[in-house]
């Protein structure tokens, strides 16, 4: 039996607690919004569809209703707006995040919080400076969408399963985040030398192009709400992968966003690494080897972050 709160049921909150419905990850699920006309229309929509599903109870509440979640997930804040950049966001949803944090702790203090608004990262160094939990309950969803849209992109350029594919984005979920290319492989060969390693008559694959492949993860979210207005499929799939890990007990290497404390030199900033997480959370950090280039941009997006922290009242 798991039970998640979602905080804020726009598109992202509802979409996560149908996924979560769908895939049979929670059997209790528990939305809160401001809105509570919106958040019990979400809830009621997708229990009427719940008969095809695993058992599970789905219902709109208040923080008082979040007690003994295994899980909350904050979804609430301020949509990203097109030509608007997550940073802009930030003091805006500082202060919602601010106003949260006493009322949901209050029931939920047991609870591992999943942060998915954004800047999710600044957000993330709100809740473990402001809440008072344990930092191992607190994770951001960092770059686990940009490393799945690293995945989806390669799968699709070479035409491979997509868990064939290890690569991952590391520092900001914005614009200074970046690709450790030197760790990044296909089915344990660099992923630089797979074109040349396929051995099949129609082999027309080239070498990928980092740049390209970079600015496509970093523009994927602009252009989704360019053309769409929202970006809510993938996010929702990549929180409820994180549900699930947590759940299952099996220790799983993620890029989310989490507290450093010296790894590679860095502190006192929330951004994404490897990390492992299981049944009690944040488990431990993995450290892979950077190239001292790579270990230069991670500097680079962490130094990214303090400067708009120092602007911010925290």
């Known amino acids: 039996m798991t039970k998640v709160t979602i905080i804020g049921a726009g598109s992202v909150g509802s979409t996560i607690a149908y996924t979560l419905a769908v895939q049979g990850i929670a059997s209790e699920i528990v939305m809160i919004d401001i809105n509570n006309d919106k958040a019990s229309g979400e809830a009621l929509d997708i229990r009427q569809g719940t008969p095809f599903c695993a058992p599970v109870t789905i219902y709109a509440g208040t923080y008082r209703d979040a007690v003994d979640s295994d899980m909350v997930i904050l979804t609430s804040g301020i949509a990203r707006k097109p030509g608007q950049s997550r940073l802009d966001l930030a003091q805006t949803n500082v202060d919602i995040v601010k106003s949260i944090i006493p009322q949901i702790t209050t029931f939920a203090p047991d609870a591992t919080y999943i942060i998915v608004s954004n800047p999710v990262d600044i957000l993330t160094y709100v809740w473990c400076k402001l809440s008072e939990l344990p930092e191992n309950k607190i994770i951001g969803t960092g770059t686990i969408l940009d490393t799945s849209r690293l995945r989806a992109r390669i799968s699709e350029t070479y035409s491979i399963n997509q868990q064939n594919v290890h690569a991952y984005v590391f520092g900001e979920h914005g614009d200074t985040s970046f690709v450790p290319w030197s760790i990044a492989n296909i089915s344990n060969i660099p992923v630089d030398e797979y074109y040349k390693a396929v051995s099949s008559q129609d082999n027309l694959y080239r070498p990928l192009n980092h740049a390209d492949l970079e600015n496509y993860i970093k523009k994927s979210g602009a252009r989704?709400?360019?053309?769409?207005?929202?970006?809510?499929?993938?996010?929702?799939?990549?929180?409820?992968?994180?549900?699930?890990?947590?759940?299952?007990?099996?220790?799983?290497?993620?890029?989310?966003?989490?507290?450093?404390?010296?790894?590679?030199?860095?502190?006192?900033?929330?951004?994404?690494?490897?990390?492992?997480?299981?049944?009690?959370?944040?488990?431990?950090?993995?450290?892979?080897?950077?190239?001292?280039?790579?270990?230069?941009?991670?500097?680079?997006?962490?130094?990214?972050?303090?400067?708009?922290?120092?602007?911010?009242?925290?």
């Open 224 to 314: 989704v709400i360019q053309r769409k207005g929202a970006t809510y499929y993938a996010i929702a799939l990549s929180t409820c992968h994180i549900v699930k890990c947590l759940i299952d007990g099996m220790d799983t290497t993620v890029t989310v966003s989490s507290m450093m404390h010296g790894e590679y030199g860095l502190d006192d900033v929330c951004l994404s690494t490897l990390n492992i997480i299981g049944r009690d959370g944040l488990r431990g950090k993995l450290l892979p080897t950077l190239t001292e280039e790579e270990n230069a941009l991670l500097h680079k997006s962490a130094d990214s972050l303090r400067e708009v922290i120092r602007g911010l009242s925290i």
